[in-house]
């Protein structure tokens, strides 16, 4: 069996037609009736209001992108994949075939975000992804998938900065809510730092979690 630790790294989606379609959906405040109240909150809080709701695309496989993908095999050194969406997922794919049906997917949240999310994108890029990788595993499933977050408690959305502390582990140097500020400001280089170290700090857990496995 071969251990592949998988992270991907995601922002809102930069196509014209999410932050319009966000901005549709933004209101005024269902108290405030008076057309001048109203116009002043679109004036002066909306805008801001749009960029907190599009922080949140971050998270929705419709409305979101992939910008980095991490991943490590057994013991090697960890990997980014980087460029446009379609090749970082084309070269995954690449890395899965070779694992072929041999690979426990290993990663944090993995069964509810990163493999949800590498799904749902290809599908909306039009790519089928390879059938070596086990999508429609369960977040209690420990042979195809070991999913740290709901392995270590299937009820408590435990963060991996706070297990890796709790085994003795260094912890993480940054928070992922700030990916994409992070995106904004062009530091795509640290982006890709920050993902190659939660999959390096994922296998730590991991190995505390499985006795030294």
């Not at 992270?7 to 108290?31: C, K, L």
Request: aromatic share 10%; charged share 25%.
């Amino acid at each position: 069996m071969i251990n592949l630790y998988l992270d991907i790294e995601t922002i809102p989606s930069q196509q014209p037609w999410v932050r319009e379609y966000v901005a549709s959906m933004v209101t005024h405040p269902g108290q405030m009736k008076k057309p001048e109240n109203i116009q002043k909150w679109v004036e002066e809080e909306k805008p801001s209001a749009v960029e907190e709701a599009m922080d949140k695309c971050s998270f929705d496989g419709a409305m979101n992108q992939i910008i980095c993908i991490g991943y490590a095999v057994d013991d090697e050194p960890a990997q980014v994949l980087i460029g446009d969406e379609l090749t970082i997922l084309k070269d995954l794919f690449s890395v899965a075939i070779k694992c072929r049906h041999q690979a426990k997917y290993i990663g944090h949240n993995i069964v509810g975000f990163d493999l949800r999310v590498i799904k749902q994108r290809s599908i909306v890029l039009g790519y089928k992804p390879p059938a070596a990788i086990p999508f429609d595993a369960k977040p209690w499933d420990n042979i195809r998938v070991f999913d740290t977050m709901t392995q270590w408690d299937g009820q408590n959305k435990v963060r991996l900065d706070k297990l890796a502390r709790a085994f003795g582990i260094k912890g993480k140097t940054t928070d992922g809510s700030q990916v994409y500020q992070m995106w904004k400001d062009g530091k795509h280089q640290e982006i890709a730092d920050y993902c190659k170290e939660d999959v390096e700090l994922t296998r730590k857990v991991y190995k505390q979690m499985s006795y030294g496995n």
